[in-house]
């Protein structure tokens, strides 16, 4: 399971570049050239970006380095924590994970969750919050095994379709649905299949940008599922690319800024802030180059530069997911063929949630058990967030769970040992009703 190349660094060449300047290369099996083009695109990261250097550090050694690994969770309901003395995980993109944040050995916080803390939760006056320190005491035989904890959500299409087969077994409240919903699919898909297929080609050289960008509208606008991507595309050019003093003094200390991306969010995309949907991420191409043309997050905005970036990254991310051209119009033969792009689809159209995310967790945690995976790490960069597999007590990883509070606006003070425990299960409840 270990897919996100920071975490474990190895200086390696592409046999490709970026702009697949060796159009032979396409001949090699899907997995391969993925593998490949994969790599390009870090090596690109490393070498072209102004913090791309930050890639190849341990840039969670200060706060992996110890034997104590001190992670904090905010949550609205401490009152139903306590009354039930479990802490219950969660299942969205992290798939089944309790949301946390590392905290330095002088449990200083990284500066996503200042973010976090002292603007987006600080804003909300009418949800009280919580903070909740958890302390997870590993053996050195855990420790070295960190670099086996990336999880790369991008590619949980696969993932789905397996739940989705798991989930077509069991007697639902209507029997047509899940066939209805499967041809409802196939026809968007097939409406947006000229498009998917240009993108999957990544022959994008003599594409202009205006023509890229009618290309864009038709798949994001047509399926909303597909909007990760966009997430990711703009939260990486930010993070890598900003010019701001905040960024340079951060990548002096190892981290990468966050709160460029937040603002972004909060002025671009507002829904996002009130709940995290990746469903309603949307920004018109236009709208956002004027943004970032007037922005304090560039000095000088290159924006010939970032339409050539997001042109070729948002095609390498439907190549990824896509893998090779799409042909049949069954749903049989998409599923089979496509299932990382159809999976995305399927968990993010299909109307109970609760019951998908719940019976993909129990998949999903296996694999974490099997690969010994204790802190799952989602992020395609070191963003600084992390998450904690629920199942800890199979994997012999003892743990204390603290009430905290924020002190100075950077640091994290325990205050009261809790009487409660990780659980093994799911929280929420399914809106639907079942035979």
């Known amino acids: 399971m270990v897919l996100i190349k920071w975490i474990n660094y190895k200086n390696k060449k592409s046999r490709i570049n970026i702009y697949f300047s060796n159009r032979d290369f396409i001949k090699l099996p899907p997995s391969q050239l993925m593998e490949q083009l994969d790599l390009a695109w870090f090596n690109f990261f490393i070498k072209e970006s102004p913090y791309g250097f930050l890639l190849k550090k341990e840039i969670y050694g200060p706060y992996f380095s110890r034997k104590t690994l001190n992670l904090i969770h905010v949550t609205p309901s401490l009152d139903k924590i306590l009354a039930s003395k479990q802490l219950f995980f969660s299942g969205g993109g992290l798939c089944a994970a309790i949301y946390c944040a590392p905290l330095t050995k002088n449990n200083k916080l990284h500066n996503l969750s200042k973010v976090y803390l002292n603007k987006r939760f600080a804003q909300k006056k009418e949800d009280a919050f919580d903070i909740l320190c958890i302390k997870l005491f590993l053996n050195e035989s855990q420790m070295k095994k960190i670099q086996n904890w990336g999880v790369d959500y991008t590619l949980f299409g696969k993932l789905n379709c397996q739940t989705w087969k798991k989930i077509k077994g069991q007697k639902y409240k209507r029997d047509s649905y899940f066939k209805e919903l499967e041809e409802q699919i196939c026809k968007k898909i097939c409406k947006i299949k000229p498009s998917i297929n240009l993108l999957v080609n990544y022959d994008l050289t003599s594409m202009s940008f205006n023509e890229f960008q009618v290309h864009y509208d038709i798949i994001f606008k047509n399926f909303p599922s597909l909007r990760f991507i966009l997430y990711?595309?703009?939260?990486?050019?930010?993070?890598?690319?900003?010019?701001?003093?905040?960024?340079?003094?951060?990548?002096?200390?190892?981290?990468?800024?966050?709160?460029?991306?937040?603002?972004?969010i909060k002025d671009l995309c507002p829904i996002m802030l009130k709940k995290f949907r990746m469903n309603s991420f949307f920004i018109p191409l236009d709208k956002l180059i004027s943004y970032l043309n007037d922005s304090p997050i560039f000095t000088n905005f290159n924006s010939i530069h970032f339409k050539e970036f997001v042109k070729w990254r948002i095609a390498f991310y439907i190549k990824k997911i896509t893998r090779h051209e799409i042909s049949a119009s069954d749903f049989d033969n998409q599923f089979k063929n496509h299932p990382y792009l159809l999976g995305q689809i399927l968990y993010r159209s299909f109307e109970d949630k609760h019951l998908f995310e719940k019976e993909r967790s129990k998949i999903f945690l296996k694999k974490l058990i099997k690969e010994e995976i204790i802190c799952p790490i989602y992020s395609i960069l070191p963003k600084g967030e992390i998450g904690i597999n629920p199942l800890l007590e199979r994997l012999g990883v003892k743990y204390e769970i603290y009430k905290a509070s924020l002190v100075g606006g950077d640091k994290i003070r325990l205050g009261e040992k809790l009487d409660i425990t990780i659980s093994n299960k799911f929280i929420g409840e399914s809106k639907y009703s079942f035979r």
């Open 232 to 264: 990711e595309v703009f939260n990486e050019y930010i993070l890598l690319y900003q010019e701001n003093l905040k960024s340079k003094t951060l990548a002096r200390k190892g981290e990468l800024y966050n709160e460029s991306y937040r603002e972004l």
